[in-house]
């Protein structure tokens, strides 16, 4: 595609429910990237991964939320038990090659936990 | 890890006015400084983008100017336009990581 494209844009969850949160990066970028995005604030790092390799899941904010990318292409994060707290906007970005920072962003999923 | 500090939280202008944002940032080792924009609804939007071996880059109305001596770096917006009107982020590599850090944002009003 021309893009990043998440899916669904908007997620509704009654707290303690699990949600998967889908991510198409630009065909061919190898590096890809989720952040959390709070209201009015920037992006934060949860996880990257190289191809199907998930290489750092430092950001990830507890063992609720796991990510895969298993044939090195579309990604999924899921938030397992959700919180309030886990309200946000998840965004994904993909950059071409592993060294290259540029990183481009999709749309965004936002995450509403009632 | 690297910390990225980002003024003014707002700003407004009148339409043709110029507008200027800047960010500091930590760690020396940063080469690489880009900038997004960030419409309501919509992702970050990458709009311009400089690494440490120039001091500045330009694109038609934007430029951004680094200092890394004094480890800051700026976005400049000439004759500004509405549509102009988002929110901002600059970042800068984490420490260590392929991810970027990000400033806090600054939200840009223009006049008509």
């Known amino acids: 595609g021309a893009g990043v494209s998440q899916s669904p844009r908007y997620k509704v969850a009654k707290r303690g429910q699990d949600v998967a949160l889908r991510c198409d990066p630009i065909?061919?970028?190898?590096?890809l990237f989720w952040y959390q995005q709070a209201l009015g604030q920037g992006p934060e790092f949860l996880t990257y991964f190289q191809n199907e390799a998930q290489l750092d899941k430092s950001g990830l904010p507890s063992d609720r939320f796991f990510a895969e990318r298993p044939e090195g292409s579309v990604s999924t994060l899921k938030i397992q038990r959700t919180q309030q707290e886990d309200s946000a906007v998840y965004l994904c970005a993909s950059s071409l090659i592993a060294s290259q920072e540029t990183q481009y962003f999709g749309p965004g999923t936002r995450l509403l936990v009632l | 890890g690297e910390n990225v500090e980002q003024h003014p939280s707002t700003l407004s202008v009148q339409e043709g006015d110029s507008a200027v944002i800047k960010c500091t940032y930590s760690d020396s080792a940063s080469n690489y400084f880009p900038w997004y924009k960030q419409e309501l609804g919509k992702g970050p939007q990458l709009i311009i983008d400089?690494?440490?071996?120039?001091g500045e880059k330009k694109d038609q109305r934007i430029a951004v100017t680094l200092n890394k001596t004094a480890k800051h770096f700026s976005l400049h917006i000439t004759e500004t336009q509405p549509e102009d009107s988002a929110v901002y982020f600059c970042a800068a590599p984490y420490t260590g990581r392929r991810a970027l850090t990000f400033g806090s944002g600054t939200r840009l009003q223009v006049q008509p």
């Open positions: 065909s061919g970028h190898v590096s």
């Open positions: 400089i690494r440490s071996n120039v």
